[in-house]
């Protein structure tokens, strides 16, 4: 059963724009949540986490915002570049930022087009 | 800082053998876990190691096992491989604490 899903498999961008990738869980005891990004033959890359006693975080040009309520995520990437172009991976721990196991999406890939 | 390292890169084996893969955490990381990752499943959870005890296993058949040694490093260990076996192997460590886990670069298995 999939706790984390990401229904956009993949998600067309302009370079410059917004890029918007979404996820929802539907665990309620989720309390910590991942955005990691991944290139062929590489490992995950971990990219921005929040708790879920936040309803937003930044860094740099990602945001992530959480909607508890609707059990709901979203990372933003502003503006959007080409090298920004990877498979992006939403992960949901319940044990906080100590995480132990980590639930995961089954990825959106990004392309970001010149 | 050297990140996570895992061995070996690729991997081929037979049906019905054996295979042992290994991970070096990042120095001072205690926590080593493990993922499997296929193109129809996505990242799934293998096991979770802290100080050589296992904290968390996942939903994989017995013959996926694991450990940790003393130094943090960890191996994992499939026996009696099947085709379905066929897959990224991707370790990642963390501080106790830690904001993230630091994922290897994983051993593409493939199982002929």
């Known amino acids: 059963d999939q706790q984390v899903k990401q229904n956009s498999p993949s998600l067309s961008v302009q370079e410059g724009r917004i890029s918007i990738l979404n996820c929802d869980y539907t665990?309620?005891?989720?309390?910590?949540f991942l955005w990691y990004k991944k290139y062929p033959a590489e490992g995950p890359t971990f990219l921005i986490s929040i708790s879920s006693i936040k309803d937003k975080n930044e860094d740099g040009r990602f945001t992530v915002f959480l909607n508890k309520s609707a059990k709901h995520l979203s990372l933003h990437i502003v503006p959007s570049q080409p090298g920004d172009s990877a498979v992006y991976f939403c992960?949901?721990?319940?044990?906080?930022?100590?995480?132990?196991?980590?639930?995961f999406g089954r990825g959106t890939q990004l392309t970001v087009w010149p | 800082k050297a990140g996570v390292t895992q061995t070996p890169r690729y991997l081929i084996k037979t049906r019905g053998q054996q295979v042992t893969l290994s991970c070096s955490p990042i120095s001072g990381h205690r926590s080593v876990s493990w993922y499997q990752q296929t193109p129809g499943q996505g990242l799934q959870f293998l096991f979770e190691?802290?100080?050589?005890?296992?904290?968390n296993k996942g939903n994989f058949p017995g013959r996926f096992s694991g450990r940790q040694f003393s130094n943090s490093r960890s191996e994992m260990n499939v026996s009696t491989l099947e085709l379905g076996d066929s897959a990224l192997y991707l370790c990642?460590?963390?501080?106790?604490?830690?904001?993230?886990?630091?994922f290897g670069s994983g051993t593409r298995l493939t199982v002929v």
């Open positions: 990642a460590s963390s501080e106790q604490g830690g904001y993230g886990y630091t």
């Open positions: 190691y802290f100080s050589e005890t296992q904290r």
């Open positions: 665990n309620s005891m989720f309390d910590y």
């Open positions: 992960a949901a721990s319940d044990r906080g930022s100590t995480l132990g196991r980590l639930y």
